[in-house]
Nanobody, 115 residues
Framework: QVQLVESGGGLVQPGGSLRLSCAASGLTFSSYAMSWYRQVSGKERELVATISRTGSSTSYTNSRFTISRDNAKNTVYLQMISLKPEDTAVYYC???????????WGQGTQVTVSS
């Protein structure tokens, strides 16, 4: 079955950096656009970044974050710098195949930015 497993979350001080990883299995990774979303308890899940199937195209809602992927490793990454307390959230990996294709979510990884 399809699995998306996030890792790399944790507690970091304001101004710090983290790199999240999402390892995919059970799907043809290179056929899926990948995204990172985040959700604060009680609020809607929001899009953070998206990367195309080949990695040639990216889009962001936050300039401090960088999304990348390694199709050979079936992994997508989210590099986050200059973290702020308002970046505290559960970060989710999302895989989507085309406009009407299959979509999958990971289980999420907690990122807490606090001194």
């Amino acid at each position: 079955q399809v699995q998306l497993v996030e890792s790399g979350g944790g507690l970091v001080q304001p101004g710090g950096s983290l790199r999240l990883s999402c390892a995919a299995s059970g799907l043809t990774f290179s056929s899926y656009a990948m995204s990172w979303y985040r959700q604060v308890s009680g609020k809607e899940r929001e899009l953070v970044a998206t990367i195309s199937r080949t990695g040639s195209s990216t889009s962001y809602t936050n300039s401090r974050f960088t999304i990348s992927r390694d199709n050979a490793k079936n992994t997508v990454y989210l590099q986050m710098i200059s973290l702020k307390p308002e970046d505290t959230a559960v970060y989710y990996c999302y895989a989507k195949s085309g406009s009407y294709g299959s979509a999958y979510w990971g289980q999420g990884t907690q990122v807490t930015v606090s001194s």
